[in-house]
């Protein structure tokens, strides 16, 4: 709770020199690194964002999830993301997991870089050794990727964007192939549909 009022206080002072916008996504399936965090069932997501001209950004997200005794993630992150003149897009920040009713939060520091559609990201968490990297490929609607999380296994992901009335919707296909010997036992599969906005 206090993480959540740190960063609603924070939003609230810094907007009089960015923008702060809201969203909220309604998911068929709330699929994270491949993996179901809602027992393949609906997930109700949203969270706010401020965003400085400088690249300078901060926001928090929350999720219904359905593991481990945990019924609600909470993030927050911050970072800073840009754009060379030559048209590399890169993104530096640092993430908070959190799950108030069960515990298990955990942190990570990220990288991504991405050039005319070819995306890459890295994240390590604070304690650990369970990085996480990803490799994208993205043309007009429809992108691809593959990620390898380290002890848990590796995902790849489909998915189709599209514009429905004021509404921004994907469609797609995930894939989870567990690591042997890691913390995840089985593979995991299936379709997804969203709709989301921002505000």
Do not use: C
């Not at 939003?11 to 399936?29: E, H, K, Y």
């Amino acid at each position: 709770m206090k993480k959540i009022l740190m960063t609603s206080v924070m939003l609230m002072a810094l907007n009089m020199f960015g923008a702060i916008s809201s969203n909220f996504t309604i998911s068929s399936n709330y699929f994270w690194r491949g993996m179901t965090q809602t027992m393949d069932n609906l997930a109700y997501s949203g969270g706010f964002d401020y965003a400085h001209a400088s690249g300078f950004y901060v926001g928090t997200w929350g999720s219904n999830v359905s593991f481990g005794g945990a019924g609600l993630e909470l993030d927050t992150y911050a970072g800073y993301s840009g754009e060379t003149e030559a048209g590399f897009g890169y993104d530096v920040g640092y993430i908070s997991y959190a799950y108030p009713d069960a515990g298990g939060d955990f942190e990570e520091y990220y990288f991504s870089g991405s050039y005319e559609g070819v995306g890459f990201s890295y994240y390590q968490p604070s304690e650990g050794d369970a990085d996480y990297m990803e490799l994208s490929y993205s043309y007009e609607d429809f992108s691809v990727s593959y990620g390898d999380y380290e002890g848990y296994g590796s995902n790849v992901l489909l998915s189709y964007s599209f514009t429905l009335a004021d509404f921004d919707g994907s469609v797609g296909y995930s894939s989870f192939s567990h690591e042997d010997g890691g913390a995840m036992t089985e593979d995991e599969d299936g379709l997804f549909l969203t709709l989301g906005s921002t505000f």
